[in-house]
């Protein structure tokens, strides 16, 4: 990771909130996409769902963002995973979200949980409360968009048996660039 990724990922969390129980995190994140408008329906249909209470992201032309989080299958935790990704392109500043990918069927969830996963090119624009993003990559396409983690609403359906949504959680971040996003699992031991 080049130095200047590292300084914007360091800046970025040392602005940043965070919450002192790691543990309740989650269940506050899951509780806020529950609360989300349509995301909430995704519980009672999908097989699984991986959730990323925090997500850091920087850039000054070369960004990067990381997060680590839980995945569920049936609603029961079977494993932690972590997200990397590179961007290139027109960027600058930093940001934080929460994300959740929802797995419609036990092939999707096998595919994420294959420890070789990656969605592809992006595109993004978050302001301090607001948020508002599209993707489209190898696998598919998506897009959400949210008002902050007290006030979210969402909007997205399956595409290619996976369902990402994200809520702004901070920060500032102008936006035109290409990257993928890899995600690695490890299963509970």
């Given at each position: 990771m080049s130095a200047t990724i590292r300084a914007c990922l360091v800046l970025l969390l040392f602005g940043l909130p965070f919450s002192d129980s790691w543990a309740g995190e989650y269940e506050d994140t899951i509780k806020v996409f529950t609360n989300a408008g349509e995301s909430g329906n995704f519980f009672g249909k999908s097989y699984g769902y991986a959730v990323f209470p925090t997500i850091g992201k920087g850039g000054i032309g070369i960004g990067g963002?990381?997060?680590?989080?839980?995945?569920?299958?049936?609603?029961?935790y079977t494993g932690d995973t972590s997200m990397t990704q590179v961007t290139i392109g027109f960027q600058l500043g930093g940001q934080a979200y929460s994300q959740i990918i929802f797995f419609e069927d036990k092939r999707a969830f096998n595919e994420f949980t294959s420890g070789n996963f990656e969605f592809g090119a992006q595109a993004s624009a978050v302001a301090i409360t607001a948020g508002a993003s599209a993707g489209a990559s190898t696998t598919g396409s998506s897009a959400g968009a949210s008002g902050g983690k007290n006030d979210a609403t969402t909007v997205g359906s399956y595409s290619k048996g996976m369902a990402v949504f994200t809520v702004a959680k901070g920060g500032l971040m102008y936006e035109a660039s290409i990257g993928g996003q890899k995600y690695n699992y490890t299963p509970k031991k």
């Open positions: 963002a990381h997060g680590s989080g839980k995945v569920y299958e049936n609603g029961k």
